[in-house]
């Protein structure tokens, strides 16, 4: 039983990797896409494990009627008193307790079945089988509204030149940047359009937080970054939009004083992307 446990695991687990990773987008709610090589190699491993430890398992052993050594030698012992005729003397009844009656309290009274698998040992299947028919959604709204912004780089290099398009497509860690560290001051007045999913905003802060997630290896490392969209009510959370804009905010645009707001002129909803843990251009803005 423990054997069939162990190689049911091993393969289920190398089945769910595989799914996972070679006919659905589902392994990108975990890890980056140049992971998928090493997920794929894994499943294929922990498929062949399973295939290994099915074939070389051992006959299943019988263990009714099992007696041991030292007992069948103490039961032939009494059993040769008995044919002596020392059957009605006090030592005799001590070897015939010594004999027939330990033989019936310890060969059957110790019952314990080692081969089964402790039922918390099940719990193990439930992981391996929401890879092969529910996986886990992505993280969202709710892990970025526990957790501050990431702080972006600082551009050592000046900021190259904008280009013409109205509203600008930019990404949220491209806005951050400008808005705080641009001393050429390139977004004043600038319309913009971002694209990420909605979080709400701390308790009493007016409006609401387009987001974005980001990871460096998979969804344990990820961090998130934020902008603050005013001017417009709050879609419901992890709703994915495009907000188009404008910066306007308190302190003073190109400096770490800046707030990275937005005053929105309008928001659409847009389809999740199938890699959400990347701070990507809008959808459809090479």
């Not at 089964?116 to 992505?138: C, D």
């Not at 509203?167 to 990420?196: C, E, H, N, W, Y």
């Not at 905003?201 to 409006?207: F, L, N, V």
């Not at 937080?209 to 879609?235: E, F, H, N």
Request: aromatic fraction near 6%.
């Amino acid at each position: 039983m423990r054997r069939f446990v162990q190689v049911g695991l091993l393969v289920l687990a190398g089945l769910g990797l595989l799914h996972t990773s070679l006919f659905t987008d589902e392994y990108l709610r975990f890890v980056k896409e140049g992971m998928r090589p090493l997920l794929v190699a894994s499943g294929l491993l922990l498929v062949a494990l399973g295939v290994a430890e099915a074939w070389a398992a051992p006959p299943e052993t019988e263990h009714a009627g099992h007696t041991e050594p030292g007992r069948t030698a103490r039961a032939d012992a009494g059993h040769r008193h008995r044919a002596d005729g020392d059957t009605g003397h006090t030592g005799g009844g001590q070897e015939l307790g010594d004999g027939h009656g330990q033989e019936s309290g310890d060969g059957h009274g110790h019952g314990h079945d080692h081969s089964r698998v402790p039922r918390v040992a099940w719990l193990l299947f439930l992981p391996v089988l929401s890879l092969l028919f529910y996986a886990p959604p992505a993280l969202g709204s709710y892990t970025a509204s526990r957790e501050p912004a990431k702080a972006v780089a600082v551009q050592e290099d000046a900021f190259d030149p904008l280009p013409a398009t109205s509203p600008l497509p930019i990404t949220l860690t491209d806005f951050t940047m400008r808005v705080q560290q641009d001393r050429s001051l390139a977004l004043r007045g600038r319309a913009v359009v971002m694209t990420g999913f909605v979080s709400p905003a701390a308790r009493g802060q007016d409006g609401w937080y387009l987001t974005r997630i980001v990871v460096s290896c998979c969804a344990a490392d990820a961090s998130s970054v934020k902008v603050l969209v005013q001017g417009v009510a709050a879609p419901k959370a992890d709703t994915w939009v495009n907000v188009t804009g404008t910066w306007h905010g308190s302190g003073t645009l190109g400096t770490s004083s800046a707030a990275v707001s937005l005053t929105a002129h309008g928001v659409t909803k847009v389809a999740k992307p199938s890699n959400s843990y990347m701070d990507a251009l809008p959808l459809g803005s090479g």
